[in-house]
């Protein structure tokens, strides 16, 4: 087994993530000192269950936890208020206790999902989160975001509660599809511009692929900062959404056929290339950005045109009253929040689209 990569985030409770190759064969081992004796409830949606269930319950029933499990279908159509309901009726019906625990085995639906579950079940129960997607290692496991969909949008109901430990065992990036190892480059490239010329040239090289614990240990590295000093997204976490403005955008105009991740790949091009055209950049960014992200199979524009964008963009989150803020890459490793006004989307979208 290659050397485990460990990351404290120190949040209140602080929490460990491990990454490394073989951990869910030994996920028991790892968390009973981390949860004691308890209970757990293990959710999976139905095709991470017949690759990974069997091995993580086993190795959590040989260290002694009692185990239930509960699955649900796959996909984001499923990260639902019907679903979470599910879920719940199911962690009452196996009699979970305060003082038991739930463990997302999945990719960010099912994270998001259990640990909004545990966060509202008894008023909050402790949740574990072992990710199997490239996405979920390097983001959406990691900062204790939970949340669910309704129709009015992604995420628009969900809490905080940061996991009492995050496993990664990086033999699950061997069974991921290429278009969903490419929505977690997206979001390591992401994290490699806003950290630092140092990460992101190592993505560019191909750290992603050459040495991915190595890689994923640095995002989360970056991630867990961020979130300690901003843990509920006031101020600094707002980075986090580099290229989410436009590329929710895109989400939303292909009505959720373009993927997450391919979505931010694109918004991160286009809002690259948008900050060199208005001035807003200390060095040249768009043009290296850009060959980061296709080197990684990612799409760097779009079709749709600026103001259907603009007007999908701006029924997000981040818009605040009539100003939105958006997240300019300065140079490789600075990025800075700027506050426009909303009629001002669809202008510096049409910059940042290829003439
Ligand atoms: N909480 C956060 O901070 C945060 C951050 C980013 C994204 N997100 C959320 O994450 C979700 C996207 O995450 P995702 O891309 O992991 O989606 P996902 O969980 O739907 O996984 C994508 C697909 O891959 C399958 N899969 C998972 N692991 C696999 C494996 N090892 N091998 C083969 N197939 C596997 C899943 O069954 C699913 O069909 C979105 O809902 C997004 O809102 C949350
Ligand atoms: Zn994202």
Redesign the pocket.
């Known amino acids: 087994m290659s050397k485990l990569q460990t990351i404290s985030v120190r949040t209140d409770p602080p929490y460990e993530v491990t990454i490394g190759s073989g951990l869910l064969k030994k996920c028991g081992e790892l968390l009973r000192p981390v949860l004691g004796n308890c209970r757990l409830a293990v959710v999976a949606?139905?095709?991470?269950a017949p690759?990974?269930l069997d091995t993580v319950t086993a190795s959590l029933k040989s260290a002694g936890f009692p185990v239930s499990t509960c699955l649900f279908p796959?996909?984001?159509a499923h990260?639902n208020i019907k679903t979470l309901t599910w879920i719940l009726d199911f962690l009452a019906d196996s009699q979970l206790t305060r003082s038991d625990c739930v463990v997302a085995l999945?990719?960010?639906?099912?994270?998001?999902m259990a640990?909004f579950a545990a966060a509202i079940y008894l008023r909050g129960i402790r949740y574990v989160q072992l990710?199997?997607?490239l996405?979920?290692a390097v983001?959406?496991s990691v900062?204790g975001?939970?949340?669910i969909?309704l129709s009015a949008g992604?995420?628009l109901v969900g809490a905080f509660l940061q996991p009492s430990a995050v496993l990664f065992d990086t033999d699950?990036?061997k069974?991921?599809?290429p278009v969903?190892f490419a929505?977690?480059a997206a979001?390591a490239i992401k994290t490699g511009i806003l950290d630092s010329e140092e990460l992101f040239s190592l993505i560019e090289r191909g750290l992603l692929r050459s040495n991915p614990e190595a890689a994923i240990a640095r995002c989360v590295a970056y991630k867990a900062g961020v979130v300690e000093r901003d843990e509920k997204e006031l101020g600094e976490r707002r980075l986090l959404n580099l290229g989410h403005t436009i590329g929710h955008g895109i989400e939303i105009s292909s009505q959720f056929d373009i993927?997450?991740?391919h979505a931010v790949a694109a918004g991160m091009a286009i809002m690259a290339r948008a900050a060199e055209k208005l001035g807003w950049t200390a060095e040249p960014v768009a043009e290296r950005i850009a060959n980061c992200l296709t080197a990684y199979h990612l799409p760097i524009t779009t079709d749709f045109p600026p103001a259907v964008l603009a007007q999908a963009a701006l029924s997000d989150k981040k818009r605040s009253g009539d100003s939105i803020t958006i997240v300019v890459p300065e140079s490789i490793g600075h990025c800075v929040q700027k506050t426009v006004p909303v009629s001002r989307l669809e202008e510096i979208i049409h910059a940042g689209l290829e003439d």
Request: charge should be negative; aromatic fraction near 2%; include cysteine.
């Open positions: 949606d139905s095709t991470v690759l990974y796959a996909g984001e990260k999945g990719g960010g639906v099912c994270g998001d640990g990710p199997t997607t996405l979920a983001d959406s900062g975001k939970t949340a969909d992604k995420n699950c990036l069974t991921l599809l969903l929505d977690g979001e993927s997450h991740g």
